[in-house]
C-alpha cells in the first residue's frame, strides 16, 4: 500500500504565504505525475498544480504567478509554496500521485487532505 501525508496547512491573513508539503511512503516503485487539488465547501474538487517526474508543471489559471509547484523524486515528496492567499484560496488541499506499485502497475493516490483559511 501507499500512503500520502499532507502537511502544512493552517489559517493565514490575506496576502500571507503557507507551503505544504506532501510524502509519499509505502512500496514505491516509481512516481509519476504529482499534483495538488483543493476543494472549498460546497464546491467540486478542482486541479492546483500538477507535475512530471521530469519537471513539467501547469497550474490553474487562478493560482498562476502565486503558487509553486516542486517536488523531490529522491524523497517521494511534493511541495507547493502558495504566496499572495486570497480569501478565495480557503479550501481543503489534497496531494495526488500516480504511483507504480510494481512496475508496470500502477494507480492514482490521495492524501486525507489539509485545510487552508484565508482569512483576517
Known amino acids: 500500500q501507499v500512503q500520502l501525508v499532507e502537511s502544512g496547512g493552517g489559517l493565514v491573513q490575506p496576502g500571507g504565504s503557507l507551503r505544504l508539503s506532501c510524502a509519499a511512503s509505502?512500496?514505491?516503485?516509481?512516481?509519476?505525475?504529482m499534483g495538488w487539488y483543493r476543494q472549498a465547501p460546497g464546491k467540486e474538487r478542482e486541479l492546483v498544480a500538477r507535475?512530471?517526474?521530469?519537471?513539467?508543471?501547469n497550474y490553474a489559471d487562478s493560482v498562476k504567478g502565486r503558487f509553486t509547484i516542486s517536488r523531490d523524486n529522491t524523497k517521494n515528496t511534493v511541495a507547493l509554496q502558495m504566496n499572495s492567499l486570497k480569501p478565495e484560496d480557503t479550501a481543503a488541499y489534497y496531494c495526488?500521485?500516480?504511483?507504480?506499485?510494481?512496475?508496470?502497475?500502477?494507480?492514482?493516490?490521495w492524501g486525507k487532505g489539509t485545510l487552508v483559511t484565508v482569512s483576517s
Open positions: 507535475i512530471t517526474r521530469g519537471g513539467s508543471t
Open positions: 509505502g512500496i514505491i516503485y516509481s512516481i509519476n505525475d
Open positions: 495526488n500521485a500516480y504511483v507504480l506499485t510494481y512496475y508496470p502497475y500502477g494507480m492514482d493516490y
